[in-house]
């Protein structure tokens, strides 16, 4: 089919929701109808663009920066995992979408097998006051709760309360059963959390808007079930945070329904990564492209007055490109960013300038209701950040930072204060096979409170996370991805901002839940399949 006879799709954004959009509209599934073109700001295309390789030739490992896994269900098939005929995993829980997408591609997939541990960076005795650099070499850190084993069943201690022998007999027996009633606070705790969100999914409240809960943040909700404050604050809200990459407020400001929604269809689910990293999965989606700009950032975008097609896009260069549709397949904040910046550039006097100021507006309205906490991801092999008794020390460490720590100066290598997240630091020997032998310990944290020893970092990356609140969740299902019924959010259509001026939105941030990977597949099939290929009365199928 010749080129001008097919319809043009650009995609902005390269992460995976902007790959699956372009690879479902490629010549390989859509039998040439469309050409979709791929925009990436980046010289590298965007989900594998900060990762880092260690090692050299046949040596080399590729570290995921940030980490990415997924959850999918173990048991056989007459429970609720399917086996494709590849030997990948199909499975009915939270990451279906993006499971089918991995067994399409044939992607090789390992255990994560993730243990966990809790533990707080504070002063041996007085505070600290150092430079964000050598804060670590006079910090004390003790752990207080770890957990080993499968993802729902496994082993929970305490850890870190019974070797206060300097304190006397007393104390150590203060310790000991301070230390019990902490495994009996979290046990208990757990307990009733995943009984009350399976109850409520079971009930369907979850989904239904006009269930109180549907309208709680998880700081409220907590509150209202009388949950314990050292599950709540040392436990439960330091685990999420690292999960959604968010600050402890972000997490307590939390629609209540999202995060119980993921912990009841997590039940009986493990964690999984792709083997080799998630650049195969780049170089799967991206195998089929003919069109892939990288390095071109687009700038604004304008009524086409040329005969044909709908919308032209500017880049920073000044070249321009002619299209019929347009996907952001970016962050909220960034899509918004362009389309304020297009108002500047529209004559409100021409009729279709002001059609497509009018559908700007509408959607601005949505996309600002979105907000972002920045992260940032070190990769490094600094040790002193971990627990320091070796016993305590897990493939997932979560830490706090206590009031008496204080770094003197700025650093690029830790997040501002106050420090209201959780540092986050991953044991990579524990998790990948590549690193168990090794005798060098390697190291991801995220939003590291004390920062590694610069002579030891290895790769460093700040990063943007969507944080969902009530108002973002209703503008997702006002503007983006609407419900066919009050009653229940699960069935979706696309809401009334798609597709204005041939204009449409896809991502982790636009989809109903916590932002991961599931929302960038996910919004990019409903919006390649029910959207673009509605408009055009070109169907397509999706290939898994």
Known sequence: MQSQNRVKVAVIGSGLAGLTTAYILSGKNSNDQYEPHLFEKGEKLGMDAASVSIGVDNDEFRIDVPMRSFMSGTLPLDFFCLFAKYGC???????????????????????AKFSFGWYRIQSPSESISAPAEKV?????????????????????????????????????VANIINAWYKLY????????????????????????????VFHMTLGTWFEQNRFHPYFVHEVFVPLFAAVCTNSWKSMLDYPAADILEYMAMGLFQESY?????????????????????????????????????????????????????????????????ILHGCLDHLDSTVAKHKRLADDIRSSLTILDQFQYDK?????????????????AWRSLNFASLD??????????????????????????????SAFRDGSTIYMQTTNPCVSPDPAQILSKAWFERATVTLASKKAILDGLFTPTEEADTQSL????????SGIWFVGSYSWPGIPLLEGCVASAEMVATQGIAKAENMPIDVPW
């Open 89 to 111: 995993f199909v499975s009915l829980g939270y990451y279906n979408h993006l499971i089918r997408l991995y067994d399409h591609l044939r992607i090789p997939v390992l255990p």
């Open 403 to 432: 009031t008496s720590v204080r770094p003197t100066l700025p650093s690029d290598n830790i997040v501002p204060y106050p420090h209201d997240t959780t540092m986050t630091t991953h044991i990579l020997n524990l998790t990948h």
């Open 375 to 391: 992260a940032i991801v070190i990769n490094h092999t600094d040790d002193r950040l971990l627990p320091h008794d070796r016993q």
């Open 493 to 500: 259509r696309l809401g009334r901002c798609q597709g204005l």
């Open 136 to 172: 670590a070499s006079y910090t004390t850190n003790i752990a207080h709760l770890t957990y080993s084993g499968s993802r729902t069943i496994g082993f929970l201690e305490s850890a870190g309360s019974s070797s206060s022998a300097e304190a006397g007999f007393t104390g150590y």
């Open 273 to 337: 990564v792709v083997s080799g990293g998630v650049r195969k999965v780049v170089d799967s989606l991206s195998d089929p492209l003919d069109h892939v700009h990288l390095g071109t950032q687009i700038v604004s975008i304008r009524p086409s007055d040329t005969p044909g097609y709908v919308l032209d896009l500017h880049d920073a260069q000044g070249n321009i490109y002619h299209f019929h549709h347009v996907v952001f397949a970016t962050q909220a904040n960034q899509a918004s960013r």
């Open 185 to 212: 606070i979290v046990s208990i705790s757990y307990i009733w959390l995943m009984a009350l969100a399976l109850w409520l999914r079971y009930r369907g409240h979850l989904y239904n808007s006009k269930h109180p």
